[in-house]
């Protein structure tokens, strides 16, 4: 349920109404913007009565939401949300970043090495997997804790962020220094693990699961920002259809929709979503066409001997050139459609 305040509402009456919904047992989202307070409630409203709070001298409309998610739908929070990292760079809200780096931490010198060139091409975050959920337990699962060691050496080297993904609860405390946690595909319905990043105070990426409809995305952004933390980035990758042409079928159109749906940063991996390095600039070019707030390629400077992902990973200077590329198509980036309906059959 939303209730939308009047302009003139004054503090104090807000807080009585809030300190009143509160001991229904409800939580309340505020969100000022330029023309109108929304205060979303969160908790089961059925007990709340339209009627008597439409009767408030301080509300102008009061709204039921059918969407299950709360704090991740654009009607709780019509502005878009805008992450700043430590280094400034910040993503949403017509800011744009690239998140670039090797499928796996290899080395020291590989990851440096990745490291140097992606920045020097205009990636504003490193990234570069230390736990790697593989198909076979017999391939390369990563370096762990090493893995980890050599990212912040990588970011005390060159200064970019570092965004890795987190398979286990467990291994939280390794990613005290991590600027971005990411949740992979195949883990963004793991709950457990989600409540516990809920709890942090810091960006997750947060990946489309392969069979998962935005719905179930949105959810999984949720069960982040019900426990308080709202620094969530959503990530299309690609998904199982029934094409076997290319890794995965990288679902375009949902930037828009998710611009829609919902406040949080939209990026896109054309890496993961087409499995070949031929077709990354492409489609990275239209991901940032459609609208996405970034992206995230996977870059490798051998990619004959990566240790994974190597087919789907572009060498530093087609990366650089798919940049130039990338800031030529910006100022075309189509974000027109957000509020309204959706007209669907
Ligand atoms: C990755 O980013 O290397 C990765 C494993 O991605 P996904 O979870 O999208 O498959
Ligand atoms: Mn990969």
């Keep these: 349920m939303i209730v939308v305040l009047k302009k ?3 503090k104090q009456q807000v807080e009585v109404f809030s300190a009143w919904l509160h001991s229904m047992g409800l939580e309340t989202h505020m969100s000022v913007g330029e023309n109108h307070t929304i205060v979303g409630l969160v908790g089961d409203t059925s007990r709340v009565d339209i009627e008597s709070i439409m009767a408030l001298d301080i509300v102008e409309t009061v709204r039921r939401i059918q969407e299950p998610y709360k704090n991740a739908n654009r009607k709780f929070h019509e ?9 400034g760079a910040k993503i949403g809200g017509g800011h744009f970043l690239v998140m670039a780096g090797p499928c796996s931490v290899e080395n020291e010198e590989q990851i440096i090495s990745v ?8 990636a504003q975050v490193l990234r570069g997997g ?9 391939a390369f699962q990563g370096l762990h804790e090493e893995g980890i060691r ?9 200064g970019l962020p570092i965004v890795t993904e987190i398979m286990d609860a467990q291994h939280l405390p390794l990613f005290a220094d991590i600027d971005i946690i990411q949740v992979g595909a195949r883990n963004m319905q793991n709950f457990e693990l989600l409540k516990q990043l809920g709890k942090l105070r810091k960006p997750i990426l947060l990946k489309r699961g392969m069979a998962n409809t935005l719905q179930e995305l949105l959810m999984s952004a949720e069960y982040i920002m019900a426990g308080g933390n709202e620094q969530v980035i959503l990530c299309e990758r690609g998904i199982r259809t029934f094409e076997t042409a290319t890794r995965n079928t990288m679902d375009l159109s949902v930037i828009p929709v998710l611009h829609h749906l919902s406040h949080l940063p939209v990026v896109v991996d054309p890496s993961h979503a087409t499995g070949s390095y031929q077709l990354v600039p492409p489609m990275a070019l239209a991901a940032t066409a459609a ?3 970034g992206l995230i390629i996977e870059v490798h400077n051998d990619p004959e001997h990566a240790l994974c992902d190597g087919p789907q990973s572009l060498r530093p200077e087609k990366f650089a050139d798919m940049m130039n590329k990338v800031r030529a198509i910006r100022p075309y980036a189509d974000r027109s459609f957000t509020t309204g309906q959706l007209a669907l059959e």
């Design 8 to 10: 003139n509402a004054e």
């Design 79 to 87: 502005a878009d949300t805008v992450i700043t990292l430590s280094t």
């Design 115 to 122: 490291a140097q060139s992606v920045k020097a091409a205009g």
């Design 130 to 138: 230390a736990f790697k959920p593989r198909t076979s337990p017999y």
């Design 150 to 158: 050599l990212l912040l050496k990588a970011r005390e080297a060159t």
């Design 291 to 293: 609208g996405a707030d």
